[in-house]
């Protein structure tokens, strides 16, 4: 079961950035090529997930190297407005909530 959900602001624990859940996967769905030329290797067999990183990149990331966010503020990248309706108390949302 993945920890994070689609909107969750994150912080990498190792790289030391912010970004916003795009996508989770229950584990590594990326090819064997990109897995093998990714500098860290963590186990495949865990939840990863498609990260809009804030400053305008991308990424695919274990769980383990991921923690909450707790600054409170937003993402800075162009598909965050594309994705996401809302910016409420740390978290994005793709809809208006009820």
Same mark, same amino acid.
């Given at each position: 079961m993945v920890q994070y959900q689609v909107g969750q602001v994150i912080h990498h624990k190792r790289y030391n950035y912010r970004g916003v859940i795009a996508k989770a996967d229950r584990e590594c769905g990326a090819p064997d090529e990109w897995y093998i030329n990714n500098q860290t290797q963590p186990d495949r067999?865990?939840?990863?997930?498609?990260? &809009?990183?804030?400053?305008? #990149?991308?990424?695919? !990331? =274990?769980?383990?190297? &991921?923690?909450?966010?707790? #600054?409170?503020?937003? !993402? =800075?990248?162009?598909?965050?407005?594309?994705?996401?309706?809302?910016?409420?108390?740390?978290?994005?949302?793709?809809?208006?909530?009820?």
């Open positions: 067999d865990q939840p990863w997930y498609h990260v &809009l990183v804030h400053g305008g #990149s991308e990424t695919y !990331v =274990a769980e383990e190297n &991921l923690e909450l966010d707790r #600054s409170g503020d937003e !993402v =800075a990248h162009p598909y965050v407005r594309r994705m996401f309706a809302l910016f409420i108390k740390g978290r994005y949302h793709r809809f208006c909530p009820n």
